[in-house]
């Protein structure tokens, strides 16, 4: 059973920044697309981004484009999910998880098929 880790998450005002980690052990980060999600209270899952496992490319939705940035970090075996100009809206709980395939639909890039998810992390955009 893949086991991935979230971190990195907070209290931090509008307008500022916070930086997710994934983690995982046992395997390689690399031998998947991994994917970030969030969910607020009362609101359905929503997909942020994702990344691809060999080729590097990425997606994000259109609430959070231009703002969140996916990578990774091979030597550590980490993704990161760099998040700036954050608002109140970008509250939620923040998951990672791995994704089975991706493909390019219309041009874009997209994952699916997700296989293991972490327990999440608590993001909380405050003044």
């Known amino acids: 059973q893949v086991q991935l880790v979230e971190s990195g998450g907070g209290l931090v005002q509008p307008g500022g920044s916070l930086r997710l980690s994934c983690a995982a052990s046992k395997f390689t980060l690399d031998q998947y697309a991994i994917g970030w999600f969030r969910q607020a209270p009362g609101k359905e899952r929503e997909e942020v981004s994702c990344i691809g496992n060999h080729e590097g490319a990425t997606y994000y939705a259109h609430s959070v484009k231009g703002r969140f940035t996916i990578s990774r970090d091979k030597a550590k075996n980490m993704v990161y999910l760099q998040m700036n100009s954050l608002s109140p809206e970008d509250t939620a709980v923040y998951h990672c998880?791995?994704?089975?395939?991706?493909?390019?639909?219309?041009?874009?890039?997209?994952?699916?098929?997700?296989?293991?998810w972490g327990q999440g992390i608590q993001v909380t955009v405050s003044s």
């Open positions: 998880a791995t994704a089975a395939s991706t493909s390019y639909l219309g041009g874009v890039f997209t994952c699916r098929g997700w296989d293991s």
